[in-house]
């Protein structure tokens, strides 16, 4: 095993404790806690709180910043946070007019986030939850019940984190987020395994010439493994399990997102983006935003999701919203930063860098 770590067990610490040295205008973590919380809570508004296991960095904690989350709640490599820690994070956020929960859909979160839940409603703490489960290749897995969550995660992050900039209250704040969450559709692929420190063995094998196609964030397996193919015939096969969950159709608006598991090229995933826009305009298909970059990774896996958006005009509307995090940036709404390049149908703004 070969990695920039000291300690196994020290490394949650220490990459928390490094990710608030590198953005400290805006994370500070809760004192004793794996919880990062927003610099500068403002006004009275709902707050937003997400969390998971760590590993698939930069979320959740780099997506807390103005138009996103108020805090993220960090559990150890690949587990999840456990329901105190979330519960200090409930409590640390809340300014009167409630919290909503977003979490990915595996047992261990949902159980957890469920009984912090219920410890912050006996404090009398309003607070309402939405799972997300976008992930169409399986319905169930190694560690789930249902579909499973992943990197549309973070598009929810930013519907919602909107939704509260404008003053909306949690009732209709959760009301946008589970529209959100019905209109997302994603699916992944791996073509190498990633190692858990604490294990230090991959937590899969693949020969040189296979893939896997509908591989979960934990390396959890996917529908089947198949010899590699060619970009493009990689990125029809997941966008043909998309369209054939959710057909879309011609006149629709979409927002897409090309996201990288760890280890794959900013080159690679451009490849595979420029596949998928040829298939969605060839549907006769509007492409709002396109979000290329490693948003939800899996440590050092190799490979790539696809995530489709359906938008209407709330919801696109609330996506072009300003946001600004350590890993997501949208100036306004004629331009935006992320990582590396992003574009859309009519426009392409160059960023400042992977970051901000």
Partial sequence: MKKLINQPENSLNEMLLG?????????????????????????????????????????????????????????????????DQIYEAIKAVDRGKGVLLVVKNYSGDVMNFDMAKELAEMEGIEIEQVIVNDDVAVEDSTFTAGRRGIAGTVLVHKIAGAAVERGWDLQKVKAVAEKSIKRIHSMGMALSPCTVPSAGKPNFTLAEDEVEIGTGIHGEPGTHREKIKTADELTEELFNKIQADEPIKSGEEVALMVNGMGATPLMELYIVNNKVHDLLKSLG?????????????????????LTVLKLDDELKSLLDDPADTPAFKIINKKGWMTYGRTESSNRCTESRGRHH
């Fill in 19 to 83: 990710m608030t040295k590198a953005y400290p205008e805006y994370l500070t973590r809760l004192e004793n806690t794996n919880v990062l919380i927003r610099q500068n809570l403002d006004g009275q508004k709902v707050a937003v709180v997400s969390g998971g296991g760590s590993g698939h960095e930069p979320t959740h904690a780099g997506y807390i910043g103005k138009g996103m989350l108020d805090a993220a709640v960090a559990g150890d490599i690949f587990t999840s946070p456990t329901p």
């Fill in 285 to 305: 298909t509007t492409i709002h935003r396109t979000f290329v970059g490693e948003y939800m990774t899996s440590l050092e896996m190799a490979g790539m999701s």
